[in-house]
């Protein structure tokens, strides 16, 4: 689960930093310095997030993040909506088939290879 997490959580980071970039340079935020500050930390957070992922809060802390990035949504307009919308699909399903991957690794020893 920790590799699709992870995934997600970098690549989002890496989005909210571009989109961070468009909405202060196509004049969608009127105050550039703190969209900048607002994007930047929660960049770090989405990029810290992946450390906790071993961790048993470290899901809903990748969940918190995502409600944080559709919360941008309300400065940066409806595409900011769209992209969060999309990432908070990623990470059900990356925690979804992530859970089910670890059990079938657990089920089939830890050394064996999984079938197919």
Do not use: H, K, Y
């Amino acid at each position: 689960m920790r590799v699709l997490c992870s995934s997600v959580l970098a690549i989002e980071a890496i989005v909210v930093f571009l989109a961070t970039s468009l909405a202060t340079s196509n004049g969608s935020v009127s105050n550039t310095a703190l969209a900048w500050i607002v994007g930047l930390v929660l960049m770090v957070l989405l990029v810290l997030a992946i450390g906790t992922l071993g961790r048993r809060w470290g899901v809903a802390l990748g969940w918190v993040l995502q409600a944080l990035v559709l919360a941008t949504s309300i400065v940066v307009g409806w595409s900011m909506l769209i992209v969060g919308g999309v990432f908070v699909l990623l990470w059900f399903l990356a925690v979804r088939n992530g859970s089910r991957v670890d059990a079938l690794r657990s089920a089939a020893g830890d050394g064996e290879e999984l079938p197919g």
